[in-house]
Nanobody, 112 residues
Framework: QVQLVESGGGLVQAGGSLGLSCAAS????????MGWYRQASGKQRELVAL???????NYADSVKGRFTISRDSAKNMVYLQMNNLKPEDTAVYYC??????WGRGTQVTVSS
């Protein structure tokens, strides 16, 4: 079993930055593909970014050039640095250890 706990969400003005963290426990996730997903109110959950064990990354088109996913396998942590935030980035952000483990999410609100 893997437990994931997100932190770092909050309220920020458009153009600002936030950094999210995901702490994994229970076992090492160094070999898991890890991802950040988000779900805005009334919308489906969508992929934001993925990072493989070897560090290869993939991003949704909407966040390319603004968000950066990273991981620290020694600390069992995954991060999402979000820059130049837009109101449309407002959502609950979830950490995901593929294929089945999810965190409970952290709210990110971007004001215009």
């Amino acid at each position: 079993q893997v437990q994931l706990v997100e932190s770092g969400g909050g309220l920020v003005q458009a153009g600002g930055s936030l950094g999210l963290s995901c702490a994994a426990s229970g076992r090492s996730v160094s070999r898991n593909v890890m991802g950040w997903y988000r779900q805005a109110s009334g919308k489906q959950r969508e992929l934001v970014a993925l990072i493989a064990g070897g560090g290869v990354t993939n991003y949704a088109d909407s966040v390319k050039g603004r968000f950066t996913i990273s991981r620290d396998s020694a600390k069992n942590m995954v991060y999402l640095q979000m820059n130049n935030l837009k109101p449309e980035d407002t959502a609950v952000y979830y950490c995901h250890a593929l294929p089945i483990y999810w965190g409970r999410g952290t709210q990110v609100t971007v004001s215009s």
